[in-house]
């Protein structure tokens, strides 16, 4: 008997731990996970975008638009890729690749430099446009960081929980 040959790939293995990380996001427009992965496939951290530890999601706002940007989510969330970095506790992340559902922020980015990372795997860019976007990847390029768009497979992967 041979083994099975319908496995899935490390990119899509990381990229659905990403997307269900992402799924723990209490934000009601916006949820993405990141998945930092070792050199040698290993899960070191995971983290959505989502309010600071004991910033109640009840308490702070989840709006994208309000007169006082006090009232919206933008100064307190922080990103999956940030989380991710912060809920590591194991030293460095050297070398490592993040899988991220939606392409950092400058940001997330400068973050993802610091740390060592030296691979991001996006899924979405639907902010290519942006200068947020735009100073990134200047950033991400200038520092010798690759990314690359996640490949779909058509590959649908269900979980009955």
Same mark, same amino acid.
């Given at each position: ?11 899509? &293995? ?18 993405? $996970? ?6 040698? %496939?290993?899960?070191?951290?995971? $983290? !959505? %975008? ?23 989510? &933008?100064?307190?969330?922080? =990103?999956?890729?940030? %989380? ?10 050297? $070398?490592?690749?993040? !899988? ?18 030296? *691979?991001? /795997?996006?899924?979405?860019?639907? !902010?290519?446009?942006?200068?947020? *976007? ?10 010798? /960081?690759?990314? !690359?768009?996640?490949? =779909? *497979? ?8």
């Amino acid at each position: 008997m041979m083994k099975r040959q319908d496995y899935i790939s490390w990119d899509e &293995y990381f990229m659905g731990v990403s997307m269900l990380s992402g799924m723990r996001s209490k934000d009601p427009n916006t949820q993405v $996970g990141a998945c930092i992965v070792s050199e040698d %496939n290993k899960i070191l951290s995971m $983290g !959505y %975008n989502g309010f600071p530890k004991g910033c109640s999601d009840d308490e702070f706002p989840w709006a994208r638009e309000g007169e006082n940007p006090l009232e919206t989510k &933008y100064p307190f969330v922080t =990103h999956s890729e940030l %989380n991710a970095i912060l809920n590591y506790r194991g030293g460095s992340l050297e $070398g490592a690749k993040i !899988y991220v559902s939606l392409f950092p922020c400058n940001d997330c980015a400068k973050a993802i430099i610091q740390a060592g990372i030296k *691979t991001v /795997v996006y899924d979405s860019d639907k !902010y290519a446009d942006l200068p947020a *976007t735009k100073a990134s990847k200047r950033m991400l390029d200038a520092a010798g /960081v690759r990314y !690359y768009q996640y490949q =779909h *497979t058509g590959r649908k992967v269900t979980l009955d929980m």
